[in-house]
């Protein structure tokens, strides 16, 4: 399991996981330690507090995965910046998104010959809980570029 989350991003640990009902839940922590405010770019090693950040990654062995992620929000060390503090971002998710880039990519390969409909029952079938909407959603974003 270790060695899934290191696959996922080397700056994650592994802390614990469980499976329930078909969905497996990994606990996770980063130890990134290179975070740079997003606007004056300055390293910071302060932690102002953590957050529980929760998504969907790619499905192990036939079941759902959820990652539960404790995301650092850091304190900007530059007394200059404006913004105070920032969240620990990562190259594999976007910001606020509930899935990782590669688990949308798999969606959009499997839907991209098929109806939304017939997408949403194969999808929801051990491989992510996604509706017809997001499907569009994803379809209408990755063809504008
Ligand atoms: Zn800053």
């Given at each position: 399991m270790e060695r899934l989350i290191k696959m996922l991003n080397s700056d994650l640990k592994l802390k614990s996981y469980e499976i329930i009902d078909g969905t497996i839940y990994l606990n996770v922590e980063s130890i990134k330690q290179?975070?740079?405010?997003?606007?004056?770019?300055t390293i910071s090693t302060r932690i102002h507090s953590r957050y529980e950040r929760s998504f969907q990654d790619l499905p192990i062995q036939g079941n759902k995965s959820i990652v539960v992620l404790s995301n650092r929000k850091m304190f900007c060390?530059?007394?200059?910046?404006?913004?105070?503090t920032f969240a620990e971002t990562f190259s594999?998710?976007?910001?606020?998104?509930?899935?990782t880039y590669r688990l949308e990519d798999e969606i959009l390969n499997i839907s991209n010959n098929m109806s939304s409909v017939a997408a949403q029952r194969l999808l929801r079938n051990g491989v992510a809980n996604v509706s017809k909407s997001t499907i569009c959603l994803l379809l209408k974003k990755r063809n504008n570029h």
């Open positions: 290179d975070l740079r405010c997003p606007l004056c770019g060390g530059n007394s200059q910046c404006p913004r105070t594999f998710i976007g910001y606020k998104s509930k899935k």
